[in-house]
């Protein structure tokens, strides 16, 4: 008698669960792992001056994200579709003139997570600057008033009593391989909402929706940021 109690009670908290939202701040600050805590270390970043050539090779390198699923979290690489949205910058750029080759770094190069692992091996391929993508997911499972009946046990099955809220923000942060300069650093998001039964909501199929949403965004904005810090001089580096 005791364990069907304490199921039924289970089964009506479930039924009753609600939205937590989404904690854009801890999500940003998970993005932002580095900071600066010295003067000498502002002071040697001011220091630093833009010195790109015209065009230039550029190399991209996704790290893997991460989603959070309300106080806990996985480790979610981007896909190769995420990655072949990408590269469809590479001809709008060589055709601009302003790179004059576009790659993708790949992991095995790569042997470490930090800011000047990626410039090493962007460096090996002989690039004079990297973009970093990264990102950064959030999903918010919760119960319409359809998950009232999940007490009911076979319900989760077939009544679309839930919904999942994805939250995903990307960015792009283009680094000078040699002196670590920062030319841009852009970020979209991208949110999307699924509502099916309890049992057939899949997490990293919603979170998916949303990084391509939100990476389709990325791309555009790359662009025309970048051809605004185009240097207006031939002779001139950026």
Same mark, same amino acid.
């Given at each position: 008698?005791?364990?069907? =109690? ?19 701040? =801890?999500? &940003?600050? !998970? ?12 002071? &040697? $970043? ?5 010195? =790109? ?26 896909? =190769?579709?995420?990655?072949?949205? *990408? ?7 060589? %055709? @601009? ?10 992991? !095995? ?23 970093? *993508?990264?990102?950064?997911? !959030? ?13 009911? $046990? ?10 999942? %809220?994805?939250?995903? *923000? ?25 509502? &099916?039964?309890?049992?057939? *909501?899949?997490? @990293?199929?919603? $979170? ?19 051809? @605004? ?10």
């Amino acid at each position: 008698m005791k364990q069907i =109690l304490i199921l039924i009670a289970g089964l009506f908290l479930f039924s009753c669960a609600s939205s937590q939202g989404f904690d854009r701040g =801890l999500m &940003r600050e !998970s993005l932002s792992r580095d900071q600066i805590n010295t003067c000498n270390e502002i002071e &040697r $970043i001011l220091n630093l001056k833009a010195q =790109l050539p015209k065009p230039f090779k550029l190399a991209i390198y996704f790290k893997d994200s991460f989603t959070y699923h309300h106080f806990c979290h996985d480790r979610t690489a981007l896909t =190769l579709e995420n990655k072949n949205k *990408i590269a469809e910058l590479e001809k709008d750029l060589i %055709d @601009k003139k302003i790179v004059s080759d576009l790659f993708v770094i790949n992991n !095995s190069i790569v042997h470490g997570i930090s800011l000047k692992d990626i410039r090493l091996a962007a460096a090996r391929l002989g690039a004079d600057a990297v973009m970093v *993508i990264d990102g950064i997911g !959030s999903v918010d499972k919760h119960n319409n008033v359809l998950g009232a009946t999940y007490c009911l $046990i076979i319900t989760p099955f077939f009544i679309p009593g839930t919904i999942a %809220d994805s939250l995903y *923000i990307s960015r792009a942060n283009l680094w000078d391989v040699r002196n670590e300069f920062l030319y841009l650093s852009l970020e979209e998001e991208a949110k999307t909402t699924e509502t &099916r039964p309890a049992f057939f *909501i899949e997490k @990293k199929r919603v $979170i998916n929706e949303a990084k391509i949403q939100s990476l389709n965004k990325l791309i555009p904005s790359i662009l025309n940021r970048m051809i @605004k810090m185009e240097p207006k001089d031939e002779e001139e580096v950026w």
